[in-house]
Structure formats: structure tokens, C-alpha cells
């Protein structure tokens, strides 16, 4: 079976071809230029990657872009800047094949002092003890490695294009009635500058963005005729 890998991207060409160069044998990169200035794409291309432009930016608009371009039956979604090894997919995506799982989040555990900013990891951890309050499924981190059946993730009707996208994923699988499961990954130190975690800007936005999220799933919770939403 073919894996395909949605990769979103914004500038990365010092980390794809480390990234690209590590993809496991039948998995099958996507990457998702959003908007990169740089030579992202033409390297991308050069690797044997296939290359989706979505000019929109948002990484939510990214992701749910090569969601649509795939044509595997399990897709896995991870970032392109190497904090995330591609080797680790066959793990991830291990429970999803077998059907002891229906979407897994690979768990983020930093292997050096600085990989993980402080005030990213407390505003993930914040985020990932309201998510196993709300939802009871057993998560410690909102990681970006996971896997899940493509047809399966496109019924969510995903709407969020921003940063709240990895979250709401989770809320709509979880209210769904899927198995989540996580699976510990080694979190590296990325190439470059991370337009996230690497600013307590960044980091803000996108707990906002997710905290955004996290309302508006539960005004539609309780009011699924008015809102159309889960």
C-alpha cells in the first residue's frame, strides 16, 4: 500500500532535502507550497516530490489542500523543517493499518535542551489537558505527525484553515467516535526559524487560533440544527 505524506510548506528548502531524503519506502510525499519565496518548491521537485501550491496562506489551508490532492487510502500529515524524522511514520501510521486505531497523533519528545521553547510547549500543554477533558481521548500533545484514513478525514468536513486545524481534527474525531491513539516521536531541533514556536507571537496566534477552535465546536455541540456542525 502507498502512503501519502501531506507536507505543508513555507520556506523550508534547507530542511526538505533531509526531510525527502528520509521518507520511507512506500510513502509518498505531497509537499504544499504556501506561498514560499524561496527555492522550496524547485527542490521539492528536484527530490521527486510532488509539488501543490495553495496560495492561501494558513497552515490549515495547506494541510486540507494536499488532503484533497491525495489519492492514497491512509494519509499521514508531518512538518518539512526535519523537527520530525520521516522514518518514524511506519509507527505512526502502524495502528491505522491494523485497525486498532482510527486517527494517531505522533507524541513529540524533545532529544535536546532548546528544541522546544518553553512558552510552545506550556501553550501545548495547556491545549492537550482541555482536549483529554473534553474529548477523554488519551492525548499528551497536539503533534503534527499523524495518520488516518484520507476518506474518513474528509467526512469530518474540516473548516478551520488557520492553526486551528491539527485541533479540530482531534474534536471532530473524538465527537465521530474514533479510536485516538499517540505514539511517542523524537522531536528534533528544526532547520531555520519555526513561524510558530519560534516567537511567543507565533506561539499566541496559534493557541488563539486552536482556543477559537475549541469554542466554536462546543457552541456547535450545543446547537448542531443552527450551526450545521457535528
Given at each position: 500500500m502507498t502512503i501519502d505524506v501531506i507536507l505543508p510548506c513555507l520556506n523550508e528548502e534547507a530542511a526538505l532535502g533531509w526531510v525527502l531524503g528520509r521518507m520511507p519506502?512506500?510513502?509518498?510525499?505531497?509537499?504544499?507550497?504556501?506561498?514560499?519565496?524561496?527555492?522550496?518548491?524547485?527542490?521539492?521537485?528536484?527530490?521527486?516530490?510532488?509539488?501543490?501550491?495553495e496560495p492561501r496562506r494558513g497552515f490549515g489551508a495547506a494541510c486540507h489542500t494536499g488532503l484533497l490532492a491525495s489519492l492514497a487510502e491512509v494519509v499521514c500529515f508531518m512538518d518539512a523543517d526535519a523537527s520530525l524524522d520521516p522514518a518514524q511514520l511506519p509507527r505512526v501510521t502502524a495502528a491505522v493499518?491494523?485497525?486498532?486505531a482510527d486517527l494517531v497523533l505522533g507524541r513529540r519528545v524533545p532529544g535536546a535542551a532548546g528544541t522546544w521553547p518553553p512558552h510552545a510547549r506550556l501553550g501545548n500543554a495547556v491545549l492537550a489537558r482541555g482536549l483529554r477533558r473534553r474529548t477523554g481521548a488519551p492525548l499528551h500533545d497536539l503533534g503534527p505527525m499523524r495518520a488516518?484514513?484520507?476518506?474518513?478525514?474528509?467526512?469530518?468536513?474540516?473548516?478551520d484553515r488557520r492553526f486551528?486545524?491539527?485541533?479540530?481534527?482531534?474534536?471532530?474525531?473524538?465527537?465521530?467516535?474514533?479510536?485516538i491513539a499517540e505514539v511517542d516521536v523524537p522531536y528534533l531541533p528544526r532547520t531555520g526559524r519555526s513561524k510558530v514556536t519560534g516567537t511567543v507571537r507565533g506561539t499566541l496566534r496559534a493557541v488563539a487560533d486552536m482556543r477559537r477552535v475549541m469554542a466554536e465546536t462546543a457552541l456547535a455541540a450545543k446547537h448542531p440544527r443552527s450551526s450545521g456542525s457535528l
Open positions: 519506502d512506500g510513502y509518498r510525499p505531497i509537499v504544499v507550497d504556501n506561498g514560499s519565496t524561496d527555492r522550496s518548491a524547485r527542490i521539492a521537485r528536484d527530490l521527486g516530490a510532488r509539488v501543490v501550491d493499518l491494523d485497525g486498532r488516518a484514513r484520507r476518506a474518513s478525514l474528509l467526512a469530518l468536513g474540516l473548516t486551528g486545524y491539527p485541533l479540530e481534527m482531534v474534536l471532530r474525531a473524538a465527537a465521530a467516535g474514533w479510536r
